[in-house]
């Protein structure tokens, strides 16, 4: 009946919105191998559970298609697919034993048995299990996870890792085709979670069958994973193996997540050269010439050398003993730029830094500007982004005027009531600052990102009623969720006509 | 330095309430109001009319056919009662600890309401609907049973609401996971675990509904005797020795129920509803 397919599940296009109006998952597209250990990685609230739950069948897409060995299942109740989670605080029952718990689902199932019947022709029957298959099929899982002779155990005796386990055994009991995760280390112990790790990626050998895993620790996706499927805001980031997604990360915004960066604004020069901290470099990627783009050296490729001996100079203003490493943060001119070295250099100490070109990964850069479009108000403001604005609309043509009454003269005398005129706006990056007093600027919302790049931060600032970003670079510090209003000065508004005005 | 300490010792001292004084007020209280009358109630089941001490009237209570029919009646009105409010509280209950909305509260004030109306006004309402449907005056049984199930409704999906309430709902997402159909994740998980409320449930409505005379009286014109009106006719006519002893024995009742009941949830705690 199967078809023949190497993904075992297939997202076509897959949408939740919540009744809120805010979609968690947005037209997500992905596949997944049979066998494969895959882990979404995000923040809370990037869609990553969403989308578990979607698979599981708690949860049903608002669009898009779910294909499991190339079936639609989209519509099917969790109860028959073929798929078993383990849940986050485990969702154990209480008034069930381990024996109980673990064999919930066997005592349910039915399977098809083929027996003759009087007439000699063979019928299907579906049976239960019997007591004894269930019996066996319970203590060889329960060996599987350590648990032997713990039938009779109340779950809440049991101590947090144990209840994990159990939770694990009452899903792959089952043999389902897929095993799913949601945060299962989430609420144990350092020392307990890093066992675990080793040992579910152990059981994933062993079992050969699909785990699906989520997760907001990064260190946990590179650890365990074939494939991490980096999320945010319900859209998928980048999608690859741990070494990939570590080594090439496609944006700041995973480069930022996995593992730790420096991140810093710089322009590509051409011939594989790239500008930044106000030094050229050799690379080994290629952009368009002059194109602003984001560079990320990793701490331990960061090479400290003695003077003059490497490409840039600096101070050592910190240094930090992390076991195997010292973490040490160097100053060049007003720049960060922070090294992992086993080799320890002191505070205050006059070093170089060495970047060799496989050191340096070049992203294109998300945003060079704001763009927007917008509304010339009667007042000749513009509305754009969730706000109002004061601007000069005299850009729009060239060489006119403003008369008494707000009407715009052109050069060749024409007089033009701009109201309601819609037009595409553009602001710069390094154009916005914001403020915390609520009425100094033209637009309201919340600090949603905040990115260190050297010697700045990338500010995103996020409207409540549309949800309009205002992307910006600072060197001020902000906390993220901070509630402010978005300055932007008359003459940084760049506006230009979405189309001929009627006349 | 040492003028502080004096004065800290002399504030402590004049203070020196501890946690078990603060029980005073209701010691008083339960002395006052429970513990003397129920040495009274004690003192006159065991007395004769005559004033002498005996097994008399317990003799004459196993004995009387009426009042074994009416200690039959009572438990009877109870359990019918009670199974009543069962049924129709428990889906109520189910219901409005599923609704999402804020519209939650408001619902369960509304089914809740009774409560707080006055209990003359409900008693009137209910009399003038029975009338309404030629029920009253004919279907004795049936309209205090109909009495006490309006009357004690609230108290049975109250307790049920507040443990479902608290049911994870990743249990039963677990059990649905696991292969179970609505029907089987109701049976196997949610009705289990909601256990201690049916228990607490039954409690609250099983003991007024079997004693509560007033209702049986106002619903049926005193043509329903239960055990609480049986007490008040034999008070009314100042026997106090007989009246006394159906108390005692009625109290024998309650506390046998309780315990049933109460060991009951105990041991579901054991097992750990408690996670």
Redesign the interface.
Known sequence: MHKTTENIIELTGVTRIFEDGVAAVDNLNLCVKKGEFVTFLGPSGCGKTTTLRMI???DKPTEGTILLNGEDITKL???KRP???V???Y?????L?VYENIA??LK??KDPVETSGKDGKTVVKNKRLKKADIKAKVEKVLKMVDLEGFEKR????LSGGQQQRVAIA??IV?EPEILLLDEPLGALDLKMRKDMQLELKEMHRKLGITFIYVTHDQEEALTMSDTIVVMKDGVIQQMGTPTDIYNEPKNAFVADFIGESNIFSGTYLGNKKVRFINRNFDCLDEFEKNEKVDVVVRPEDVTLVDKGEGQVGGKVISSIFKGVHYEMIVLIGKTEIVAQDTKERKVGEFVDVKLEPDDIHIMAKEFSSNKYEGYITKKNTVCFGDGEFDCDVTQLYEGSILDEDGYLITKDGERIDLTDVDVNVEVGLKDISISDDQDAGGAIGNIVSIIYKGDHYQLIVRTDENEEDFVFDTEDTYNENDRVSVIIPKDKIKLSLKAEIKR | MTDKTNFNGKLKRSFTFNRGQLCIPYAVFLLLFVIFPLLVIVYYAFTSKSGSFGFDNFVWFFTDETNFAIILRSILIGLVSTVGCLFIGYPVAYVLSRIKSHRRTILLLLFVAPMVINFVLRAMAMKELLSFFGLLGRRHFLNTVIGMVYDYLPFMILPLYSVLIKT?K??E?????????SV?VFT??TL??SIPGIISGITMVFLPSMTSYVISDTYTAKNITIIGSRIDDLFGQNDFNSASVIALVLLLIMFVTTAVTGGFSKD?N??????
């Open positions: 599981a069948g708690f109740p969790p109860n798929i078993n989670t849940f986050q605080r969702a154990l029952f209480p008034h034993n919930f689902g349910l199932r109340s779950v809440s005796t009452r899903a089952n | 994870d990743s249990l997402e677990a059990a649905f996971d696991l292969g179970a159909g089987k196997r998980i289990p675990l579901e054991a097992r750990g509803v408690e996670l």
